[in-house]
């Protein structure tokens, strides 16, 4: 099974920007998307930004629409989320997905992955 590994979250100041990773094994068949996605304690887990690795074809949720962008490496087997114009509201804990398909909002359609341990990011004012 997939096991994302997320990495690159801590602490920033509103307006500074910060870059995210997640590493994964080698992409079967099955699956052809990864996404990223955020949870805040009590609320339900969202998807933000998905990519097609194979086609670098993405979706942004309208929530980080023009602050934040999905990127891949595939010679690294790397999805990147670059986060700019950070806002206390994005403080969260960021997870990475990967199964098939994307949706318009930003999500993997179906996870076929496992869910890794998460990156923290903090935004202060």
């Known amino acids: 099974q997939v096991q994302p590994v997320e990495s690159g979250g801590g602490s920033a100041q509103a307006g500074e920007s910060l870059k995210l990773s997640c590493g994964h094994s080698e992409l079967p068949s099955s699956i052809n998307s990864v996404a990223w996605y955020r949870q805040v304690p009590g609320e339900e887990r969202l998807g933000i930004a998905c990519?097609?690795?194979?086609?670098?074809?993405?979706y942004v949720a309208d929530s980080v629409k023009g602050r934040f962008t999905i990127s891949r490496d595939n010679a690294r087997n790397t999805v990147y989320l670059q986060m700019s114009s950070l806002n206390p509201e994005d403080t969260a804990m960021y997870y990475c997905a990967a199964g098939r398909g994307c949706t318009t909002s930003g999500s993997v359609f179906t996870v076929l992955s496992s869910w890794g341990q998460g990156t923290q990011v903090n935004v202060s004012s």
């Open positions: 990519i097609y690795p194979a086609t670098g074809r993405s």
